[in-house]
Nanobody, 125 residues
Framework: QVQLVESGGELVQAGGSLRLSCAAS????????LGWFRRPPRKEREFVAA????????FYADSVKGRFTISRDNAKNTVYLQMNSLKTEDTAVYYC??????????????????WGQGTQVTVSS
């Protein structure tokens, strides 16, 4: 069982930066792949970024590639999402998610077993 709690969401101006954190409980944190998803207003939840259990492999949606960076600290049971050059279209509720790392399915919402409650990111123009 893994419990996830996101933090760091807030109101920021376009062009600014934010770092989201997701703290996880559970002794097997290091065996899970972790992902960030987001749900923009009036849209479906979408993939943002993911990281393998070791941190050695990362994946990004095309819309955030080059601007966002996912990382993890297994000693602290925490995953991060550094968001730079924010755009108004990045406005969304951001969710952290965890899945057992089998080496595939990182971009698929359906593969993730555990989810956080979400944190709101609002980017103003």
């Amino acid at each position: 069982q893994v419990q996830l709690v996101e933090s760091g969401g807030e109101l920021v101006q376009a062009g600014g930066s934010l770092r989201l954190s997701c703290a996880a409980s559970g002794r097997t944190f290091s065996s899970y792949a972790l992902g960030w998803f987001r749900r923009p207003p009036r849209k479906e939840r979408e993939f943002v970024a993911a990281i393998s259990w070791s941190g050695g492999t990362t994946f990004y949606a095309d819309s955030v590639k080059g601007r966002f960076t996912i990382s993890r600290d297994n000693a602290k049971n925490t995953v991060y999402l550094q968001m730079n050059s924010l755009k108004t279209e990045d406005t969304a509720v951001y969710y952290c998610a965890a899945m057992v790392d089998y080496g595939l399915g990182y971009r698929l919402r359906s593969e993730y077993t555990y989810w956080g409650q979400g944190t709101q990111v609002t980017v103003s123009s």
